[in-house]
Nanobody, 124 residues
């Protein structure tokens, strides 16, 4: 089992940047496919981006392509999400998620382990 803790959220103006981190403890971090999801008030939790176990493969939702970058440091047991050119529509609670699967999942149902979330608010 792995425990996930997100950090780095906050309030930022339109066009600004934030970097989220997700620190993992427990079993070997490199065994987990990882993802970032977000949930805005009144909306479903949605896939933002995912990364393979080695970090060599990534997937992005169309809404964040070219603005967000996912990465991981398996030596530090940490997942990152660099968010640039932030828009009000990016305001949400951001979760990191992990699973012992082979491929990056696009659905929240494909991830077994979740952090508690970190709030990102983009003001216009």
């Amino acid at each position: 089992q792995v425990q996930l803790v997100e950090s780095g959220g906050g309030l930022v103006q339109v066009g600004g940047s934030l970097r989220l981190s997700c620190t993992a403890s427990g079993r070997t971090f490199s065994s987990y496919v990882m993802g970032w999801f977000r949930q805005a008030p009144g909306k479903e939790r949605e896939f933002v981006t995912g990364i393979s176990r080695s970090g060599g493969g990534t997937l992005y939702a169309d809404s964040v392509k070219g603005r967000f970058t996912i990465s991981r440091d398996n030596a530090k047991n940490t997942l990152y999400l660099q968010m640039n050119s932030l828009e009000p529509e990016d305001t949400a609670l951001y979760y990191c998620a992990g699973d012992l699967r082979v491929r990056i999942g696009l659905s929240r149902h494909e991830y077994r382990y979740w952090g508690q979330g970190t709030q990102v608010t983009v003001s216009s």
